[in-house]
């Protein structure tokens, strides 16, 4: 009688463990609670198959069944928030990030040695402007660097703030969007050629930069065109830098795989370098709203320098989280398979000890 009794407080204590686990809106159990539930799985799916053994008290098998189906999806099964876009969000995308943040920095690097080579180039000789320039931008004629390099008038209306009508700041701001991806999907993609292209590419990105930023540079104080070229360009090329990481991310599992092999590297790269590639998307939107709204409008040039620094304060915000997550450890929680395993153990001895 007395081991009857405490049978049914254990099987109480069970019940109301996975009553306060699944309610919606409660916290977590903890540590210590999550323990004991393990325990008590253990000690049910084990009486659970010897009373489907002796097949004397089908109610019992029922309600001990049930409530075993439930411990083991509360314990093993995922609920359908972890394959959330809130989880990819707040949880996966940071981890990637802070994971991911030595290509991150070699990207970065290889962008400001681009930028680098573009000015100096550019600053020195005008020619430069001619080969990077204007074959990279169809707009921008040899005829017209020549008079935005010769004219502090022709820098200072190229710089105006003249608003445009919606419609086609729409249409433009679409376009951009799809440039910029393209961009992007560029250097994610061939990363998988051992990276060499990505590198190259993001390269290229600075140097463009560069030569083009040389242009505006000749005049005393181009605060004009820091505020033309600040709000837009920190989210795009934040975003460009993203994609070229998640490419060197590839390129590193198939030039160095390591140990254990090139398919295994590519297998735990692969979504990483996604989730940075995603996490690139709504950066381009954002730059190409920006570009289309922002600087094809007749705002001011405080109110763009204010934007360009709220975009740097979110950037720096952004890289000091990364370098904190990348010295995250997680939590063992392998100490939950070692309680529960013996019983799923126990229960696949018995042959029909699993709950089902």
Do not use: K
């Amino acid at each position: 009688m007395e081991r009857s009794s405490e049978t049914r407080d254990d099987t109480g204590r069970f019940e109301e463990l996975l009553d306060r686990g699944e309610r919606l809106g409660a916290p977590r159990l903890p540590f210590e609670e999550l323990s004991e539930l393990g325990r008590l799985y253990r000690a049910h799916v084990a009486r659970l198959a010897r009373l489907r053994q002796q097949a004397d008290d089908a109610m019992a098998i029922r309600h001990l069944n049930a409530l075993c189906v439930r411990a083991y999806t509360f314990l093993y099964v995922p609920p359908p928030g972890d394959r959330s876009l809130r989880r990819l969000v707040f949880d996966s995308l940071p981890r990637a990030l802070g994971r991911t943040w030595r290509a991150q920095a070699l990207a970065w690097s290889l962008l400001a040695a681009g930028a680098l080579i573009g000015f100096v180039l550019a600053s020195r000789d005008t020619r430069a402007l001619h080969a990077l320039v204007a074959t990279s931008c169809g707009s921008y004629t040899p005829e017209r660097i020549d008079r935005l390099v010769a004219s502090p008038e022709e820098r200072a209306a190229f710089l105006a703030h003249t608003p445009s009508p919606a419609g086609l700041n729409l249409a433009f701001g679409s376009s951009l969007f799809v440039h910029n991806t393209r961009v992007g999907l560029l250097a994610f993609a061939t990363g998988i050629l051992a990276g060499v292209p990505t590198v190259l590419l993001h390269l290229y990105n600075g140097i463009l930069v560069g030569a083009f930023s040389a242009m505006f540079f000749r005049d005393p104080w181009p605060i004009d065109f820091l505020a033309w070229i600040l709000p837009h360009g920190i989210p795009e090329l934040t975003a460009i830098t993203l994609c070229a990481a998640g490419g060197l991310l590839l390129g590193a599992a198939v030039a160095a795989p390591g140990r254990h092999g090139r398919r295994h590297a590519l297998r735990a790269a692969t979504n990483p370098a996604l989730l940075l590639f995603a996490g690139a998307l709504p950066l381009f939107a954002v730059a190409a709203l920006v570009e289309s709204f922002v600087r094809e409008s007749g705002l001011s040039t405080t109110f763009r320098l204010a934007l360009a620094g709220a975009f740097a304060a979110a950037l720096v915000l952004a890289l000091l989280a990364v370098r904190r997550l990348a010295r995250f450890e997680p939590v063992d929680t392998r100490w939950l398979g070692e309680i529960i395993g013996p019983a799923r153990g126990a229960a696949g001895d018995s042959g029909s000890g699993r709950p089902r």
